[in-house]
């Protein structure tokens, strides 16, 4: 008899539970390819997944979310992680090969060749070309093609990018004015100025930077470019020893070290934005994605400038880089995933974003009356908008040698960054360790090609 | 067992059985399998026997991963085990307002330890945090507390104590309040003075929840990471690089899950090793 009720209990939830997967593949089945007119409500009532960092081009994605639902029908669940912890939860996803999420966001300069060779990037050119998916005024064209190019591997369309940025210098004008201080015209004249700033205000912050190890190379790259020095030589080897480099690491540390708020080896952006915010430092080299958040107040609009790091003895090479937005290859919904990212990258959107102080990749963007009008309303923004086309007129992308295992390499030269700085190593010792250390994932990352 | 209860018997133990080996000795196999590959994610993982282990022999970070986790164990243990023996003997004593006292000392342990981590990486700030200030105010020098190489395993050591000694007043106060009453009649008869009650008496009679205490502690501070994924990521440099976080950070950071796996079997050897010495000690008879 009891025999009899626990078969009974076992066949009633197989009973139950086919129903559900019944749902499963109607949903699967509903993917059929798309034909036909355009039509932003095609897939009205479903559902994507959205994988988004916690910076601002991910939060003011959540913020306008709710007017892609108003014009496609499609619900987009955004989930937002804190930078190291999105990209792992990406790893997981992928490595099941789950269909979890639907499309995220890449930083392609970073991780663009790791993800592309490990097959987690949806080319994008089939749905790009394909009339019955992508809206007559989209206008791909209209983004930079140098920036489409750096989404581009074999051939194959990586993701749409979604913004561009660099570190910019934010400085106190008010501070320099009184102090008699020039805006720095070459990282000679920014260090003579700090060491002004040290002397008559001791209260405030000279200058900060990213200290955090994995985090320093976005900003550190900037001076080394400006020195004159590269992270690869023309052997291909780690190039950190050279006494271009070494200047450079030195410049950097010495900054950060005697100019630089107490516990900078562990800075990164939401510290950098906190002592902007709070008019503590007087130059602060930092994202230009942080301009929305650091004006906010109103504040800082009345005292701040921005310009490029000057140049030094290597000229001006500023980092510029960007986001995408890229497609999972496991979604089942990629379609409505290319949806999204059309509408997140189309000029209505783009013109939104640019006037949240987020630097648009559209040329037409940067033509247009609203966000021309904007820019003008403020001589801050219009500086801001200048120093980003500086960066993406002479930028570079290279913020560590350029290979598969590069989010490494870029942990290394910021720890021999960060060791010099804590003076726990001079940088000939910081240098020779950090380049044995990247020639070994040099040659690990040539063995994968 | 008849043979009539044996079916609704399997079929009742069965999933937990099934769930078991699912969840906890396949993902455990699978481990030791990643480990003896070279093995990046999203690539093809190619079989190279022990070479993880014999390339982690060689890896200065590792065996700095070992001394700090090692450092930070002992340390935490230490204070925890003396802070919580002695507010767990306080808190023994039935004193006005003990219940009250009880209720805040123990309130650290049920928070998450990511709120804690966050919590501590503001007040500990050296620019914005309050820690600062009040060290000013009463006339000693600031500190860079998590930002200085020197004193980051101490400023962490002093987090987990903050936070997890309430867990071992716990159990030693259960342990206490379960101590039998003749023994100390006997020692106050003998003339024993407080002292020599508490180490002649006490301590031995509270060995097995001593030794139950550091058990677990030994457990979780071994493997100690989210408080110190919070604040330090493993900085300065890798000042505060425990096992964990290297492993961690090997595996989803620089996806080399191979030498990933590798670090985490030997962090589970450790752990291990170690569970099984406690048991040793708590099962020895003296």
Redesign the interface.
């Known amino acids: 008899m009891r025999n009899r009720k626990v078969l009974f209990v076992f066949l009633a939830l197989i009973v139950l539970a086919m129903p559900i997967w019944a749902a499963g593949q109607q949903e699967a089945a509903g993917e059929a390819e798309a034909s036909g007119e355009f039509d932003w409500k095609r897939y009205e009532g479903q559902e994507i997944h959205f994988l988004a960092n916690n910076n601002p081009i991910g939060q003011l994605f959540q913020k306008y979310s709710a007017e892609f639902t108003e014009l496609t029908g499609i619900e987009v669940t955004i989930s937002l992680f804190a930078e190291q912890q999105y990209r792992q939860r990406l790893q997981t996803i992928m490595q099941a090969k789950s269909d979890e999420i639907d499309l995220y966001m890449s930083l392609v300069s970073r991780e663009g060749d790791l993800y592309d060779k490990a097959g987690w990037y949806q080319d994008l050119y089939p749905m790009l070309n394909n009339s019955s998916l992508t809206s007559p005024d989209y206008d791909f064209a209209d983004i930079g093609e140098g920036i489409v190019n750096a989404s581009v591997f074999s051939g194959r369309l990586t993701g749409v990018p979604n913004n561009i940025e660099g570190p910019v210098l934010y400085y106190r004008s008010d501070i320099l004015n009184e102090l008699g201080i020039a805006p720095p015209k070459s990282l000679d004249e920014l260090e003579a100025a700090v060491k002004k700033v040290k002397a008559a205000k001791p209260d405030m912050v000279p200058f900060a930077s990213r200290g955090l190890a994995a985090a320093a190379p976005y900003t550190f790259s900037n001076f080394l470019h400006n020195m004159g020095g590269d992270y690869v030589g023309a052997d291909g080897k780690s190039a950190l020893s050279t006494p271009e480099a070494l200047a450079a690491i030195e410049l950097y540390a010495r900054l950060q070290r005697d100019y630089g708020p107490p516990g900078v080896i562990n800075y990164s952006y939401p510290q950098l934005t906190a002592l902007n915010s709070n008019g503590q430092s007087v130059f602060n080299f930092q994202s230009s994605n942080e301009f929305g958040k650091i004006m906010e107040s109103g504040e800082r609009t009345k005292d701040t400038e921005i310009m490029a790091l000057p140049p030094g003895p290597g000229g001006s090479t500023p980092v510029v880089i960007g986001w995408q937005l890229s497609i999972s290859p496991h979604s089942e919904r990629q379609e409505l995933a290319w949806y999204f990212l059309q509408w997140a990258t189309s000029k209505e959107m783009q013109v939104k974003l640019g006037l949240e102080g987020l630097a648009p990749p559209r040329t037409s963007v940067w033509e247009s009356d609203e966000y021309i009008a904007w820019l003008a309303e403020e001589p801050v923004r219009q500086q801001w908008s200048e120093a980003l086309t500086v960066l993406s007129q002479t930028g570079s992308s290279v913020l560590a040698p350029q290979i598969i295992l590069q989010p490494e390499t870029r942990k290394i030269i910021g720890e021999a960054v960060g060791s010099v700085t804590l003076n726990e190593a001079t940088s000939q010792q910081a240098a020779q360790k950090a380049d044995q250390l990247i020639n070994v994932l040099i040659e690990r990352s040539a063995a994968m090609q | 067992m008849k043979q009539?209860e044996r079916?609704?018997f399997l079929?009742?133990i069965g999933p937990a059985a099934v769930f078991t080996v699912l969840m906890t000795a396949l993902p455990f196999v699978q481990v030791i399998n990643m480990s003896l590959k070279d093995f990046?994610?999203?690539?093809q993982g190619v079989y190279i026997g022990l070479e993880n282990y014999a390339v982690m022999l060689k890896d200065p970070v590792f065996w700095n991963g070992l001394r700090v986790t090692f450092e930070l164990y002992f340390l935490s243990l230490f204070s925890q085990l003396l802070i919580g023996l002695y507010i767990a003997v306080l808190l023994h004593r039935k004193l006005k307002g003990s219940r009250f006292l009880r209720t805040i000392l123990l309130s650290p342990f049920t928070m998450p330890p990511v709120a804690v981590g966050m919590m501590w990486l503001i007040l500990l700030?050296?620019?914005?945090g309050p820690a600062n200030y009040f060290l000013e105010l009463i006339g000693l020098e600031?500190s860079?507390?998590?930002?200085s190489?020197s004193l980051v395993i101490r400023t962490l050591a002093a987090i987990d104590t903050w936070q997890f000694t309430p867990f071992v007043v716990l159990i030693l106060l259960g342990g206490l309040q379960t101590l039998p009453e003749e023994p100390y009649e006997a020692a106050e008869i003998d003339g024993a003075t407080r002292r020599q009650r508490f180490f002649y008496i006490t301590l031995p009679l509270l060995r097995p929840s001593i030794i139950t205490a550091t058990i677990l502690r030994s457990i979780d501070l071994l493997r100690f990471f989210d408080t110190i994924y919070i604040t330090?990521?493993g900085?300065?440099?890798?000042a505060s690089t425990t096992l964990n976080i290297y492993a961690y950070?090997t595996g989803?950071?620089?996806?080399?899950m191979g030498y990933a796996s590798a670090l985490m079997i030997t962090l589970m050897a450790v752990v291990l090793i170690t569970v099984v010495f406690f048991n040793f000690l708590r099962k020895r008879q003296y």
């Open positions: 009539k079916i609704p079929l009742l990046i994610i999203g690539f700030d050296p620019s914005f600031k860079l507390f998590l930002a190489p330090t990521q900085g300065p440099g890798t950070n989803f950071v620089y996806f080399r």
